[in-house]
């Protein structure tokens, strides 16, 4: 299983609204980044959209990726016809065997019952070009719920991606999360995690930490998904606290980035 660097473990440097960075983060720095703190490859996701990207650009980024000896996979939000289509022709272009989708975005959010139909159209086009649909798992529906839809769609070209921390959003722990999805992952979203107690006790907080760092079971999960056999990456993601002001918090989710491959490289693979 390939380990893979995603936009995602680097929000910050990105740059999220509210909270400006005064040089965010490019495309070829962050290719640069991930081979030099030892990752396989990257995973850009809708957070640094590629769509805004000339041709050209993209041409030089994919070319950047094979001179470096990186993979690259795609990845977009918003399951609709025209997006996924000009996200399954930058996956392409980029030699990315899956294309990773939060079916969600703002004013699209399709009910439960007509998810079967979405999703086994947008397989057959991810089909047409021999690309996965990796599908994350979100707040809005549970583990059980998109396991129906892969048992009704049944196609090779639909799978899952697999986020450690998203079902907390719709009230499921990691651990049952994980007993149903594991046989439809196809792409694993590594992001470590703890959970603690408000300060004044009333409430759980659950927060990012580096990838091997908190409760996140990492090397049984791992091994559970090779004996399976479809998980064709471990893509690491953070969600990374604020601290007092941006550039420490960039300086923080770099150094999880370095620690996190570190953990990995001697305990996974």
């Known amino acids: ?16 609204p ?18 030099q703190w030892g ?22 980024l994919w070319k950047q990726a094979e001179d470096l000896g990186l993979f690259v996979e795609i990845g977009g939000r918003g399951l609709m016809d025209d997006n ?9 272009e980029a030699d990315s065997p899956i294309l990773r989708f939060v079916i969600d975005s703002p004013g699209f959010e399709p009910s439960f019952d007509k998810l079967p139909e979405i999703l086994g159209q947008a397989a057959a086009k991810c089909g047409e070009r021999e690309i996965i649909l990796a599908i994350e798992n979100h707040d809005r529906f549970q583990a059980q719920q998109f396991a129906a839809w892969f048992d009704a769609v049944d ?6 991606c697999l986020d450690s921390v998203n079902s907390y959003g719709c009230g499921e722990g990691f651990r049952e999360t994980i007993d149903t999805l594991l046989p439809y992952t ?31 079971p990492v090397k049984s999960v791992m091994d559970r998904l090779t004996e399976i056999g479809k998980c064709r990456s471990a893509i ?6 604020p601290e007092d002001d941006v550039e420490s918090t960039i300086a923080e989710e770099k150094e999880w980035c ?11 693979r």
């Open 1 to 16: 299983m390939r380990i893979g660097l995603s936009t995602y473990a680097l929000n910050w440097a990105w740059g999220i």
């Open 18 to 35: 509210g909270y400006p960075v005064e040089k965010p983060l490019r495309f070829p720095e962050f290719l640069d980044l991930a081979k």
């Open 39 to 60: 990752y396989e490859g990257v995973q850009i996701a809708d957070n640094a959209p590629l769509i805004e990207l000339s041709s050209a650009a993209r041409k030089d």
């Open 84 to 92: 996924l289509a000009r996200h399954l022709e930058i996956a392409q």
């Open 155 to 160: 196609s090779p070209w639909l799978g899952l």
């Open 186 to 216: 196809v792409n694993f979203h590594l992001k470590d995690f703890r959970v603690r107690r408000q300060p004044y006790m009333l409430g759980l907080l659950i927060e990012g930490t580096a990838v091997g760092e908190g409760f996140l």
């Open 236 to 241: 690491v993601e953070h969600w990374t606290a």
């Open 258 to 268: 370095r620690r996190g491959i570190r953990y990995l490289n001697e305990f996974v």
